[in-house]
């Protein structure tokens, strides 16, 4: 279950070539990125209102900074837009600069666009329902940590999390079957590991059973409680979802 997150570009028409550049990266990347068009279409009052709905519907923006964007009328339209929604993430490329640069001035944005979730398969109906929740504000979510038995699934475990970390937070669904899954188990271990040598890693404990009811090995479990996470056992689903996507939206990489 693999899905990247809707990314908007607003740039200029006349930046195509750039522009597709950086659209290409985005794609190799598994995301989705948005370009539209204004020179192909001739109702301005239909062009004012597709790209004010597309944009209203979108939560990720990156603004394609050149010569050509600050003089068009429209992009700046758009800006004036994307600024005034509550929810919405931006970070600004400079066209002008190298690719290379340009990949990393948007790094923690698309970082903090993407997570990875960790889950036993008992606990495959609350993933798909956190996943559908994430998705709906453009999130990124995957869950390729999930790895059938084989001689090397330590090493397999340790590579996808080396990757996950790197390119995104990591959701550690919690629950009574947690403690049964040896390969969950390290998957954890491994990822507070990661994030306690100052390697970037996020992980997020997100609590399906009460943490209380969680049995784990002696240590992990402690180490996970003081992680501050989120409890999905009890409460408001939506609510807590709402709180796990700001924390996520305002994560420093």
Not at 28 to 54: N, T
Not at 89 to 103: E, F, G, K, R
Not at 245 to 252: G, H, M, P, T, Y
């Amino acid at each position: 279950m693999s899905e990247g997150a809707w990314i908007f570009l607003s740039h200029s028409h006349k930046d195509f070539d750039q522009v597709r550049d950086l659209r290409n990266e985005l794609e190799a990347l598994q995301h989705h990125p948005l370009m539209f068009f204004l020179k192909c279409l001739s109702d301005d009052s239909e062009v004012d209102g597709l790209i004010r709905r597309e944009i209203e519907a979108r939560s990720w923006f990156i603004l394609c900074d050149s010569t050509n964007s600050r003089a068009s009328t429209w992009v700046q339209a758009e800006r004036l837009i994307i600024a005034g929604l509550p929810t919405h993430t931006s970070a600004t490329v400079d066209l002008a600069d190298p690719i290379t640069v340009q990949l990393k001035s948007i790094s923690g944005l698309v970082k903090r666009a993407t997570v990875f979730l960790s889950y036993v398969h008992e606990d495959e109906a609350a993933a798909k329902a956190i996943s559908a929740s994430l998705r709906r504000e453009d999130f990124g979510v995957f869950s390729d940590l999930q790895l059938t038995p084989g001689m090397s699934w330590r090493e397999e475990i340790e590579s996808a999390l080396d990757d996950a970390a790197t390119r995104g937070s990591v959701l550690v669904l919690l629950s009574r079957s947690s403690g049964t899954s040896r390969y969950q188990l390290h998957e954890i271990a491994y990822a507070l590991e990661r994030a306690s040598h100052g390697r970037p890693a996020h992980v997020v404990p997100i609590f399906i059973d009460a943490p209380f009811l969680i049995e784990m090995p002696p240590g992990l479990h402690e180490q996970l409680l003081r992680i501050q996470g989120i409890d999905l056992s009890t409460g408001d689903f939506e609510l807590k979802m709402t709180q796990l996507k700001q924390r996520l939206r305002n994560f420093e990489w």
